[in-house]
């Protein structure tokens, strides 16, 4: 049984690899240009009895791909310019051709109480999501920094 699983992995590791090669890069960089993030709002929330932020943002996803997984990056940057606070979003199964409003909450996070004036996006990684008749596979875009504020 064991074997049979391991030998079921590798083949499908093998049709995710070979499905993933089927990407160039100019189409890389279409699909990363294709997907924008805008923070709405960032608040303070209290959760299961400590301080949260809760994060509300809008992700439009203008390509053809559904997007397995995304990475984003909120830096929290005072009115002198500097980096007061971080917030690690991430958000799965996003539809092609999207465009929804999506929550996320930062658990615990020892910056809610930081006074910040800009909020600066950055994207890291997307994860799209590749079909073919031989294989459904998962394929990681490793974004180039683009930055957006609010």
């Not at 960089?29 to 608040?43: H, Q, T």
């Not at 009895?49 to 791909?65: H, M």
Request: proline content about 3%.
């Amino acid at each position: 049984m064991k074997k049979i699983l391991a030998i079921v992995m590798v083949i499908g590791a093998l049709g995710a690899t070979a499905t993933a090669q089927e990407i160039s890069p100019y189409s890389q960089y279409k699909i990363n240009e294709g997907v924008s993030v805008e923070v709405k709002k960032i608040k303070r929330v209290e959760k299961y009895g400590w301080d949260n932020f809760e994060v509300t943002y809008r992700l439009k996803n203008n390509t053809n791909y559904d997007l397995f997984k995304v990475d984003l990056t909120l830096y929290l940057v005072d009115k002198n310019d500097r980096q007061v606070g971080i917030v690690e979003v991430h958000d799965f199964k996003v539809p092609k051709n999207s465009d929804a409003e999506y929550h996320f909450v930062d658990l615990h996070s020892p910056y809610v109480n930081e006074k910040y004036d800009k909020i600066i996006v950055v994207k890291n990684n997307l994860e799209i999501m590749l079909e073919s008749p031989e294989a459904i596979g998962i394929a990681k875009i490793d974004c180039e920094p683009t930055f957006s504020s609010k």
